[in-house]
T-cell receptor
């Protein structure tokens, strides 16, 4: 069984730029959730994708967008980066949205915006 | 709005001592509560879920709706319990969005 993988591990961007983060879900999982974890905080829900469609969104502006592909992998895109976007971005997969209570997390991508 | 509060950022106990990590929540409906744990250099993982009423690695947690609390307890702490613990709440529904607390770093000293 392959676990959740994320790429890249670290990323440094400049304010105003755009970034794409990638996530491969665990084998057999069709649902992907994205979280932002700022330093000293718990993970904060950004959105969830199920069957290639957004299935719920947290309190994040539209410049945070995502995609899910037929193989259930997912991307998180952030446009017009701001300094406050600096955080650890976590991806989590699960077997369907109604089983999302048991989410399997990836190692995260550390984004630094300067 | 749903909110999870973990009042202690840091908790330090000695091996063999009882440990209690506090979690309080705010939600108007019937929430589901969870504890997630992150050991050093490992990923965030589910420890236990209130509905299952299981004891995992000696830890238990009881949902107290009157006090809106879901404290995590273990009678005898072990050094390997040292980790970051997050309490999380879900309103259920179609996407099981999780709302996390800020976490408590537990250190069990030898």
């Amino acid at each position: 069984e392959t676990g959740v993988t994320q790429s890249p591990t670290h990323l440094i961007k400049t304010r105003g730029q755009q970034v794409t983060l990638r996530c491969s879900s665990q084998s057999g999982h069709n649902t992907v959730s994205w979280y932002q974890q700022a330093l000293g905080q718990g993970p904060q829900f950004i959105f969830q994708y199920y069957r290639e469609e957004e299935n719920g969104r947290g309190n994040f502006p539209p410049r945070f967008s995502g995609l899910q592909f037929p193989n259930y992998s997912s991307e998180l895109n952030v446009n017009a980066l701001e300094l406050d976007d600096s955080a650890l971005y976590l991806c989590a997969s699960s077997q369907g949205p109604l089983n999302s209570y048991e989410q399997y997390f990836g190692p995260g991508t550390r984004l630094t915006v300067t | 709005a749903q909110r999870v509060t973990q009042p202690e950022k840091l908790l330090s106990v000695f091996k063999g001592a009882p440990v209690e990590l506090k979690c309080n929540y705010s939600y108007s409906g019937s929430p589901e509560l969870f504890w997630y744990v992150q050991y050093s250099r490992q990923r965030l993982q589910l420890l236990l879920r209130h509905i299952s009423r299981e004891s995992i690695k000696g830890f238990t947690a009881d949902l107290n709706k009157g006090e809106t609390s879901f404290h995590l307890k273990k009678p005898f702490a072990q050094e390997e319990d040292s980790a970051m613990y997050y309490c999380a709440l879900s309103s259920g529904g179609s996407n099981y969005k999780l709302t996390f607390g800020k976490g408590t770093l537990l250190t069990v000293n030898p």
